[in-house]
């Protein structure tokens, strides 16, 4: 249980800089795509953004990796959220389709 409090103590102590770096990261993106989104949407991106880069900290940040290295993970995570959750939400409708080719027998 120390080990979850110290993680969350280091989140409020400067980790929280992490999801804006990653929202910041996405507003970059749609300002420079030049495609024509509505607000909804592009808040919707962002949000994800924020939220991929905060996972991306509380796996990160327990493993001994370069601060250099953790701090351009943050910021392609921010970037490319939406393609990664689309990923993850491809792999999970397949998985839902055909679980017995993913569950050894």
Aim: with cysteine; net charge positive; glycine share 8%.
């Amino acid at each position: 249980m120390s080990d979850e409090n110290k993680l969350l103590h280091d989140f409020f102590n400067g980790g929280w800089l992490i999801p804006i770096i990653g929202g910041i990261g996405m507003v970059i993106r749609l300002l420079l795509d030049g495609k024509t989104m509505s607000y909804f949407e592009q808040i919707k991106r962002i949000v994800a953004a924020i939220l991929c880069s905060t996972i991306a900290w509380f796996i990160l940040e327990q493993t001994e990796v370069s601060s250099l290295t953790k701090a351009i993970s943050y910021g392609v995570v921010g970037v490319v959220s939406p393609e990664i959750i689309a990923g993850i939400v491809a792999l999970a409708k397949k998985f839902s389709k055909k679980p017995q080719d993913y569950i050894p027998k």
